[in-house]
């Protein structure tokens, strides 16, 4: 069962909470978006920046991994393989 947050007054909160000069923490790709921390945590849709940015960052790290994972796979066949050499040069 789903559950939503129902909020029944709405929020006006001007504050900039974090300046733009302090944004930016120096780790990965730095994306500035004209939206606030309602919007990008909660997008008002696919097709919002902020949703489509935080797809094509988590679509990048479960490539990495399928790669990895394939060269590692990669790896082990191949020394599978010399290992099977190995051991039937050893018995000839």
């Known amino acids: 069962m789903k559950k939503c947050t129902l909020l029944k007054k709405p929020?006006?909160?001007?504050?900039l909470l974090v300046p733009e000069e302090s944004a930016n923490p120096g780790i990965g790709k730095?994306?500035?978006l004209p939206e606030?921390?309602?919007?990008?945590?909660?997008?008002?849709?696919r097709n919002s920046r902020?949703?489509?940015?935080?797809?094509?960052?988590?679509?990048?790290?479960?490539?990495?991994e399928k790669l990895e994972a394939t060269a590692t796979k990669t790896k082990k066949s191949a020394w599978r393989e010399f290992a099977?050499?190995?051991?039937?040069?050893r018995q000839s």
């Open 50 to 64: 902020s949703y489509r940015e935080l797809k094509e960052f988590i679509a990048e790290i479960l490539l990495k």
């Open 84 to 89: 099977t050499f190995l051991h039937h040069f």
């Open 11 to 15: 929020i006006e909160w001007r504050a």
């Open 36 to 45: 606030n921390h309602f919007s990008i945590c909660k997008p008002k849709d």
């Open 30 to 32: 730095f994306i500035l």
